[in-house]
């Protein structure tokens, strides 16, 4: 899955963290892929040193390198790390060129075919906030994207631009791409304006918004800045964050399966948490992509 924004500060590896965290709550052996140059997801995790990064896998996507750029995470033997580095940024150049894109698909099949131990059942791919070619390359090795933003002015115009992408890597490159959903992070319930922004959203895109926001919270920054997971840092915001991020990665894998379905022609099964659009939502600003919600979002 591919965690991407296309504006920084929305908090995109806050939430790729917070799904690792609720995966390891969950007993499911994860990798984290940190695509971003900043690097905030591998600090985050502290792996030990490794003898290459990423940006050696994408530039030669064979096994003996991708091994020298994998590490456990300091979160839990069961989670992994492809570490980031600052030379990332090298291969993030913007245009049409889609030389070696391909190759961080190629290393996620190489690790699929000869895991370190037991196979992973999820990979987090967290995205630089731009759609360079680190992002396509995220989306082409992809099988759900996620988009992550918060809910202000310019909300509504970056998530249509992002779907936008996604659909078309998926039309010329990736076929089994589709759009986990958007969720809303750093939501203040008690703001109107956020309120008011979070119904923008929906009427633009129905149910590919998520059920879930993710509220502001103090505990996260503590969390990260100890580099340990939201679920075992011990205060009330850090559990209502927890519950939350359980939720989000519950409808990421429903949605996988009946994206599993669709492509196979046959009948998804009915989804029981995401409430149905109100009748006053309209589907006028952004009529294809509403269209894909109610295609691809159970």
């Not at 609720?22 to 994860?30: D, P």
């Not at 990064?53 to 590490?71: K, S």
Request: charged residues 25%; proline residues 8%.
């Amino acid at each position: 899955m591919a965690v991407l924004s296309l504006k920084g500060g929305v908090g995109k590896t806050t939430v790729a963290l917070g799904i690792a965290s609720a995966a390891l709550r969950r007993g499911a052996r994860a990798l984290v892929a940190d695509l971003d140059p900043q690097g905030n997801a591998t600090a985050t995790l502290d792996p030990p040193m490794t003898e290459a990064t990423l940006t050696d896998v994408l530039e030669t996507p064979r096994l003996a390198v991708i091994r020298q750029a994998l590490a456990p995470s300091g979160w839990s033997d069961e989670l992994d790390v492809l570490v980031s580095s600052e030379d990332l940024e090298l291969l993030n150049e913007p245009g049409p060129d889609s030389r070696r894109m391909d190759n961080l698909a190629r290393a996620l099949d190489e690790l699929t075919a000869s895991p370190p131990g037991d196979p992973y059942q999820l990979a987090i791919l967290d995205c630089p906030p731009s759609l360079g070619r680190l992002t396509r390359s995220a989306l082409m090795a992809a099988d759900s994207a996620l988009l992550v933003t918060e809910p202000t002015m310019y909300a509504v115009s970056g998530a249509e631009r992002a779907l936008e992408a996604i659909e078309a890597i998926r039309a010329e490159h990736n076929p089994r791409l589709r759009p986990a959903g958007v969720l809303v992070n750093r939501l203040r319930v008690r703001s109107y304006e956020h309120q008011y922004r979070v119904q923008e959203l929906r009427e633009s895109f129905g149910r590919l918004v998520m059920p879930t926001a993710i509220p502001d919270r103090l505990a996260i920054q503590q969390a990260q800045g100890a580099c340990v997971p939201i679920h075992e840092w011990k205060s009330p915001g850090a559990q209502e964050i927890a519950l939350t991020f359980n939720m989000v990665l519950a409808k990421i894998l429903r949605s996988s399966r009946a994206g599993r379905h669709r492509l196979a022609d046959e009948e998804p099964e009915p989804a029981s948490t995401p409430a149905e659009p109100s009748q006053n939502e309209t589907t006028s600003q952004f009529p294809v992509l509403r269209e894909l919600a109610e295609r691809e979002i159970g």
